[in-house]
């Protein structure tokens, strides 16, 4: 029952709700991940961030799993929301399911699938938030930049610094 509820909280974004559930969640701990599992397939979108965050809280080990299929799926509208809700996790083996998301032909996926690269910090990310820099889209450039300056290296400085330095809209 408080799968059912944490997603209806989520789709309505009523706070207390979603922490009294994933709180109740957390207690159940690993034991509560198969009905999240099952309950990312069965809910309404605008429900599963909530339930994909509280797999994160509980560290699920179905999180790739479940993490890749959903970006496979381009009918999904909230591949990016649900991207940046798993990186939460820094579980390292979702870079390049989250970078082929940036490579998406959707425009919010590509801004949010940079937001949860950020949330990753994986430094071997940078290339593709570089990649990204270069989209023809404000708002893919700028959300590359936000998360290129997340980033301590060089490469992700020099990367930032050349699209300062040439794109005005930044």
Known sequence: PHVTALAECGAKRDSACIREHREALENIGTKACPALVKGLTSVEEAGQTALAE?????????????????????????????????????????????????????????????????????????PTLVDAAGHGLYSVRQQAARALGSFQGEAARNALAKLLTSDSNI
Request: proline share 4%; aromatic share 4%; glycine share 6%.
């Open 54 to 126: 509280a797999m994160v809280a509980i560290k699920c080990t179905e999180i790739k799993a479940v993490a890749e299929a959903a970006f496979k799926n381009t009918d999904v509208d909230n591949r990016g929301p649900l991207a940046v809700a798993f990186a939460q996790s820094k579980k390292a083996d979702l870079l390049p399911a989250i970078q082929e998301l940036v490579k998406s032909g959707r425009p919010y996926d590509r801004e949010r699938g940079c937001e949860a690269l950020a949330i990753l910090g994986n430094d071997k990310a940078i």
